[in-house]
């Protein structure tokens, strides 16, 4: 199936722009035309760039037979001419080829590539008739996702970190590379899935050690309200040429796969002698309800869990606590007992009684020193006012876990 010429124009301009990830950035060849084989979980100009590689990588057998003893030449023209950027007179030296020849055999080869990412954006694209892709289709997507739906828990990202750099020592040193850890010192957790975190750190890190030789690889990691941050960071002899290897490619692809169930992005920046890997994922936000007649107190609690992933919704009486609980099943419940009308021993039988709020964890908050109650009456958790950040951030953890 011929692409259009405006298809195949766009092409060759992208092959043009290979390493020029500005250009790229921006292309109508990956905005409008081929969004069903863009790689996901990268920006779109690496996007683009590993689409075309793995295309040329596979022209040879894809060609059509009546191609037949040509296909190695077209190949080779492309990888020479745009992969490895070489003028096309050393081309046209390389394969012994005249003027008039190569030009006729780059243009060939170009149109064979066209047609090639063409015909799979053609057969890849989401049709209405086609239904849903039956399970086991995407093999790797249904094992990661069933990965990713076990239980979430508390990550404590230092020990993450730590135990990738020590995973990883033996083959960082067999490249003469050190690593670095980026934080160590106070402990950062979130809610998340160790073993798919710990996987894309893996990833990342393999990723840059193939173009790394001697030098030092550092991962650090920041969390903000609704993101994490993880930054591979390398600096010495760094041969970006290395990452353009079909193995690397795949490496690549790996890490973007894992992203897309976490729902993450990474961005790749290329220097000289370093090389920046930035992995931002989406954190995940809990719902915390307070049912609390004192509204500094609801206020107090939401400053103390910010930037821990919980969204405060406050309730000022137990009726209103009660309903807002069976609404919306909230991650944990803070509950004060001594309230006007209706006192918290009442929403807490209330709340452990009701099938659609007796697994959610109930801390009981109150001025009372009453802990053996609460615990008895099925609450997770005790607080006695006046509360402390420390105390409640470890009285969410414990209950959750």
């Known amino acids: 199936m011929a692409p259009p010429v405006a298809f195949a124009e766009q092409v060759k301009d992208a092959l043009e722009h290979l390493y020029d990830l500005a250009s790229l950035n921006e292309h109508p060849l990956g905005?409008?035309?081929?969004?069903?084989?863009?790689?996901?979980?990268?920006?779109?100009?690496?996007?683009?760039?590993?689409?075309?590689?793995?295309?040329?990588?596979?022209?040879?057998?894809?060609?059509?037979?009546?191609?037949?003893?040509?296909?190695?030449?077209?190949?080779?023209?492309?990888?020479?001419?745009?992969?490895?950027?070489?003028?096309?007179?050393?081309?046209?030296?390389?394969?012994?080829?005249?003027?008039?020849?190569?030009?006729?055999?780059?243009?060939?080869?170009?149109?064979?590539?066209?047609?090639?990412?063409?015909?799979?954006?053609?057969?890849?694209?989401?049709?209405?008739?086609?239904?849903?892709?039956?399970?086991?289709?995407?093999?790797?997507?249904?094992?990661?996702?069933?990965?990713?739906?076990?239980?979430?828990?508390?990550?404590d990202l230092t020990e993450l970190v730590g135990g990738v750099v020590r995973l990883l020592e033996r083959v960082a040193g067999s490249s003469g590379v050190v690593f670095e850890s980026g934080v160590a010192g106070n402990r950062l957790a979130i809610d998340g899935n160790r073993t798919m975190l710990r996987q894309l750190l893996i990833v990342a890190c393999l990723y840059l050690l193939r173009a790394a030789r001697g030098g030092r690889l550092a991962i650090s990691c920041a969390v903000q309200d609704a993101e994490v941050r993880f930054t591979v960071s390398y600096r010495g002899s760094f041969a970006a040429d290395r990452l353009l290897a079909r193995s690397a490619r795949e490496q690549w692809a790996e890490g973007g796969r894992l992203l897309s169930i976490l729902k993450g992005s990474w961005a790749l920046e290329e220097e000289a002698a370093s090389a920046t890997l930035s992995i931002h994922l989406t954190r995940p936000c809990h719902q915390l309800l307070v049912i609390d007649d004192n509204p500094d107190m609801v206020q107090l609690i939401a400053r103390f869990v910010s930037g821990q992933g919980y969204t405060v919704l406050g309730a000022h009486g137990v009726d209103e606590g009660i309903a807002l609980a069976r609404q919306h099943r909230p991650r944990a419940i803070i509950l004060d007992v001594m309230m006007p009308e209706r006192d918290g021993w009442d929403a807490l039988q209330v709340l452990k009684n009701h099938p659609a709020t007796e697994s959610v964890p109930v801390v009981v908050c109150t001025i009372l020193a009453e802990s053996e109650l609460a615990l008895a009456l099925g609450a997770q958790g005790f607080l006695r006012k006046p509360i402390t950040r420390p105390r409640l951030l470890e009285s969410l953890r414990c209950c959750t876990q």
Not at 106 to 126: F, K, N
């Open 31 to 155: 905005r409008d035309l081929l969004p069903v084989l863009l790689p996901v979980g990268l920006s779109p100009a690496h996007a683009l760039r590993q689409a075309i590689l793995d295309a040329i990588h596979d022209l040879q057998e894809e060609l059509s037979p009546g191609l037949a003893g040509r296909p190695g030449r077209l190949c080779h023209i492309l990888e020479l001419r745009y992969v490895e950027s070489l003028p096309y007179r050393e081309v046209m030296s390389e394969l012994g080829l005249s003027q008039s020849q190569y030009h006729r055999e780059q243009r060939r080869a170009v149109e064979a590539l066209a047609t090639l990412l063409w015909e799979r954006s053609r057969r890849d694209e989401p049709s209405e008739a086609s239904g849903p892709v039956p399970p086991g289709s995407h093999p790797w997507k249904d094992e990661l996702e069933a990965v990713a739906q076990g239980p979430e828990m508390s990550v």
